[in-house]
């Protein structure tokens, strides 16, 4: 199969006009037209999705927007947060393809160089990173990870905060100059609109991780290529009814990111 049907899971709940940045990230990634790319907000959920607190409300409302995916007629799933939330949980109960931005971009670098950094907005996000590094076993090829103090915000993105690309691009050069990476990777989707600025100022690799996970996914589709449902096994018993429930009623609560 050389195209298909995406869907697109942004884990925090948000009006079309701030869906419509987010989908900026795909004519950024250089596409052909024969891959259709579907982004769907989740209806509640953590408002930055930055600790152990607010991580399993993300992970239940990831897998409730994704749960139909293969009913509602899509061929493969990325999740738009390099918290790679909610990925696991959906692998374990769909056959199609599920792609996180974090384990992605992570396991690029390490194909394109030895040694990778991660440039970031907000030092809040570095536990997620290390999670994520920690469960794939590549601490040794992890640089760093540098921040640039600065609050993100998950739904205008970097519409306005063109001033911090200088201070991203500096940061990436530490990474290299005085931490030891080859590689640099966004530390987030949100700031897909910096990629443009730095890729062509920096002597190394740059990865975005939104768009190369379209990449991978259009590579799958071209490999006929899926998860290992060895390696993500199902649940004995779903309960999808109560998940689906449980997310409608944290709804009333949902905050804006």
């Known amino acids: 199969m050389e195209n298909g049907k995406v869907l697109v899971i942004v884990p925090f709940p948000m009006e079309e006009e701030h869906l419509a940045l987010r989908r900026e990230q795909h004519a950024s990634g250089g596409l052909g037209v024969r891959i259709e ?3 769907r907000p989740v209806k509640t959920g953590g408002r930055n999705l930055i600790s152990p607190y607010e991580w399993p409300i993300g992970e239940t409302a990831v897998l409730e927007t994704g749960l139909s995916a293969t009913e509602d007629g899509y061929d493969a799933v990325c999740v738009d947060t390099t918290g790679d939330t909610g990925v696991a949980a959906l692998r374990s109960v769909l056959d199609i393809p599920v792609i996180g931005a974090a384990r992605t971009s992570f396991l690029m670098a390490m194909l394109l160089g030895d040694k990778f950094s991660i440039i970031a907005m907000w030092d809040r996000w570095n536990d997620a990173y290390r999670r994520t590094v920690d469960e794939l076993g590549i601490g040794h090829k992890f640089a760093s ?3 640039i103090g600065a609050t993100p915000d998950n739904r205008s993105l970097m ?4 001033d911090a690309f200088p201070e991203l ?3 990436a050069r530490l990474c290299v100059e005085e931490d030891g990476a080859d590689v640099i990777c966004l530390g987030s989707t949100t700031m897909h609109k910096a990629h443009e600025y730095l890729k062509d100022r920096l002597e190394v690799p740059l990865i975005d991780p939104g768009p190369l996970t ?3 996914v259009q590579a ?6 899926s998860h290992s449902r060895q390696a993500y096994r199902g649940p004995v018993t779903r309960v999808d009814d109560m998940i689906v429930a449980m997310v409608a009623n944290g709804a009333a609560f949902a905050t804006e990111p």
């Open 169 to 171: 691009e500096e940061a």
């Open 37 to 39: 790319f579907d982004y």
């Open 214 to 216: 379209y990449r991978i």
């Open 159 to 162: 519409a306005g905060k063109e």
């Open 145 to 147: 990870v540098r921040d």
């Open 220 to 225: 799958l589709f071209g490999l006929g290529l």
